[in-house]
């Protein structure tokens, strides 16, 4: 079992950056891959980053590569998602989603995914 809390959203102007945060609970969130999804009114919930366990692969989002960079701190239970040069199309809710892995692959399908923060919020202006 593992609870996820996102922090770090808010409000930013084109061309600006934002760090938010996953914080998780228990002391085995090693064992776990992550993602970052993010879901802007009326569309379907979509991966933009994941990390695996073990070798930390990385995966992003054609929309968001070069810009955004997924990160993970085990040993302080939180994954950060460094968001560089923002657009206004990137304003969403993000979500942090966990899922208990003992392989090093990533997991890339939303319904592989069996633990899920409430989302933060994120409003990039023109």
């Known amino acids: 079992q593992v609870q996820l809390v996102e922090s770090g959203g808010g409000l930013v102007e084109a061309g600006g950056s934002l760090r938010l945060s996953c914080a998780a609970s228990?002391?085995?969130?090693?064992?776990?891959?992550v993602g970052w999804f993010r879901q802007a009114p009326g569309k379907e919930r979509e991966l933009i980053a994941a990390?695996?366990?073990?070798?930390?692969?990385?995966n992003y989002a054609d929309s968001v590569k070069g810009r955004f960079t997924i990160s993970r701190d085990n040993a302080r239970n939180t994954v950060y998602l460094q968001m560089d040069s923002l657009k206004p199309e990137d304003t969403a809710t993000y979500y942090c989603?966990?899922?208990?892995?003992?392989?090093?692959?990533?997991?890339?399908?939303?319904?592989?995914?069996?633990?899920w923060g409430q989302g933060t919020q994120v409003t990039v202006s023109s």
């Open positions: 228990g002391r085995t969130f090693r064992s776990y891959a």
């Open positions: 989603a966990a899922r208990l892995s003992t392989s090093p692959a990533l997991v890339t399908m939303r319904g592989e995914y069996n633990y």
């Open positions: 990390v695996s366990t073990i070798a930390w692969s990385t």
